[in-house]
């Protein structure tokens, strides 16, 4: 079975990049028709969509966040990342992700939880 384990920091300073690794086991991520998904949620609100990228490191993006995200991955360590710059408070949230597959349901991580303050 699929396994998503979050890492990165915690906390991030206003203006920084934060930065966020998916390590992924049970699975590749090279694996067809597969994409690996970050989605976020702040305090109170609901869950975003962040953004994905597919089995052969094609990439998508939310388009209120394409400007400030970037997601790459690792394939000698089956992994994937999500990079946001210029942060602010209002990016404080619980970051999760994802394995999707269109007509399945998604396969996520435990989330981890990053504050942005100084």
């Known amino acids: 079975q699929v396994q998503l384990q979050e890492s990165g920091p915690g906390l991030v300073k206003p203006s920084q990049t934060l930065s966020l690794t998916c390590t992924v086991s049970?699975?590749?991520?090279?694996?067809?028709?597969?994409?690996w998904s970050w989605i976020r949620q702040p305090p109170g609100k609901g869950l975003e969509w962040m953004g994905a990228?597919?089995?052969?490191?094609?990439?998508y993006y939310s388009p209120s966040l394409e400007s400030r995200t970037s997601i790459s991955r690792d394939t000698s360590k089956n992994q994937f990342t999500l990079q946001l710059s210029s942060v602010t408070p209002e990016d404080t949230a619980v970051y999760y992700c994802?394995?999707?597959?269109?007509?399945?349901?998604?396969?996520w991580g435990q989330g981890i939880q990053v504050t942005v303050s100084s």
């Open positions: 049970g699975d590749s991520i090279t694996t067809n028709y597969y994409y």
């Open positions: 994802a394995r999707e597959r269109i007509g399945f349901g998604p396969s």
């Open positions: 990228i597919g089995d052969s490191g094609g990439t």
